[in-house]
């Protein structure tokens, strides 16, 4: 089992930036690769962003390429999701997930893990 914790989340104007951060626990493995997703209230699950734990190879969705980074401190066993020039439309509640392979993918059927999220709220 691998636990998950998300934090960083909280209220932003736009353009400005926020930082989330994803605590894994448990029985992490350099196998394992990492990914963002968010939902928006009305709307599925969608990919934001992941990275592979060990090689660092990372992974965008096209709607936050350039403005979002995903990284990583193996140390802390922590994964990050810098955010930003941050627009109203990228409020959602935010999830960190944990893929049991180092193969990068999108689809959020691919994760066996998630966090419980946190909440970013963009204004106008």
């Known amino acids: 089992q691998v636990q998950l914790v998300e934090s960083g989340g909280g209220l932003v104007q736009a353009g400005g930036s926020l930082r989330l951060s994803c605590a894994a626990s448990?029985?992490?493995?350099?196998?394992?690769?990492m990914g963002w997703f968010r939902q928006a209230p009305g709307k599925e699950r969608e990919f934001v962003a992941a990275i592979t734990w060990s090689g660092g190879s990372t992974y965008y969705a096209d709607s936050v390429k350039g403005r979002f980074t995903i990284s990583r401190d193996n140390a802390k066993n922590t994964v990050f999701l810098q955010m930003n020039s941050l627009k109203p439309e990228d409020t959602a509640d935010y999830y960190c997930?944990?893929?049991?392979?180092?193969?990068?993918?999108?689809?959020?059927?691919?994760?066996?893990?998630w966090g419980q999220g946190t909440q970013v709220i963009v204004s106008s």
């Open positions: 997930a944990a893929r049991t392979t180092p193969v990068l993918v999108s689809g959020a059927g691919g994760y066996a893990y």
């Open positions: 448990g029985r992490t493995s350099s196998t394992y690769s």
